[in-house]
T-cell receptor, first 117, second 113 residues
Framework: NAGVMQNPRHLVRRRGQEARLRCSPMKGHSHVYWYRQLPEEGLKFMVYLQKENIIDESGMPKERFSAEFPKEGPSILRIQQVVRGDSAAYFC???????????????FGPGTRLTVT | QQQVKQSPQSLIVQKGGISIINCAYENTAFDYFPWYQQFPGKGPALLIAIRPDVSEKKEGRFTISFNKSAKQFSLHIMDSQPGDSATYFCAASGTGGYQKVTFGIGTKLQVIP
């Protein structure tokens, strides 16, 4: 039973290029979360998606960042016109749909380490 | 605004010693408190978790203590081993509907032989 998969694991982009990060949730999971981890910092929530819907994007920068989780295929985090400050590890997590009152564990992928040169 | 405060940010403990990491939260709507362990180059993995109606939870060498009135909780690692060297994150979440997890800044633990 494969866990959360992310690719690529490492991505190098020059300033101004686009970065596309992919996340395949665990089988049976329909909830996807993206987090960013800057060096020496904790995990910062970016966006929460369900199939074909963005539920909460309150942690996403207003410009250049977008996310989607289509009906078929992986979730995509897209960063346009990358800048050096975008260099970070980006983690995707997925969870199942549970019942209210119970906690639905978020399972994390191995992350994509983005370096902007 | 940091809703979950974690300390210390780094910790060095000798093998066999007790590692203690402390966290405090502000939002009383949180009702689930997981701890994650992250090794270099890997994603975080759930280690242990507690609900606020329980004051302590133990799993092997790992124990969470919870003080609801003080809005504080802590992780104790007994008989710390070099293999425990990792970054530990405390976190807080609700359990209704949308479960957004808020993480602490992390504690980098190094257990020296």
């Amino acid at each position: 039973n494969a866990g959360v998969m992310q690719n690529p694991r490492h991505l190098v982009r020059r300033r101004g290029q686009e970065a596309r990060l992919r996340c395949s949730p665990m089988k049976g999971h329909s909830h996807v979360y993206w987090y960013r981890q800057l060096p020496e910092e904790g995990l910062k929530f970016m966006v929460y998606l369900q199939k074909e819907n963005i539920i909460d994007e309150s942690g996403m920068p207003k410009e250049r960042f977008s996310a989607e989780f289509p009906k078929e295929g992986p979730s995509i985090l897209r960063i346009q016109q990358v800048v050096r400050g975008d260099s970070a590890a980006y983690f995707c997590a997925s969870s199942a749909t549970g019942t209210s009152g119970s906690w639905n564990e978020q399972y994390f992928g191995p992350g994509t380490r983005l370096t902007v040169t | 605004q940091q809703q979950v405060k974690q300390s210390p940010q780094s910790l060095i403990v000798q093998k066999g010693g007790i590692s203690i990491i402390n966290c405090a939260y502000e939002n009383t709507a949180f009702d689930y408190f997981p701890w994650y362990q992250q090794f270099p180059g890997k994603g975080p993995a759930l280690l242990i978790a507690i609900r606020p109606d329980v004051s302590e939870k133990k799993e092997g060498r790992f124990t969470i203590s919870f003080n609801k009135s003080a809005k504080q909780f802590s992780l104790h690692i007994m008989d710390s081993q070099p293999g425990d060297s990792a970054t530990y994150f405390c976190a807080a979440s609700g359990t209704g509907g949308y479960q957004k997890v808020t993480f602490g800044i992390g504690t980098k633990l190094q257990v020296i032989p």
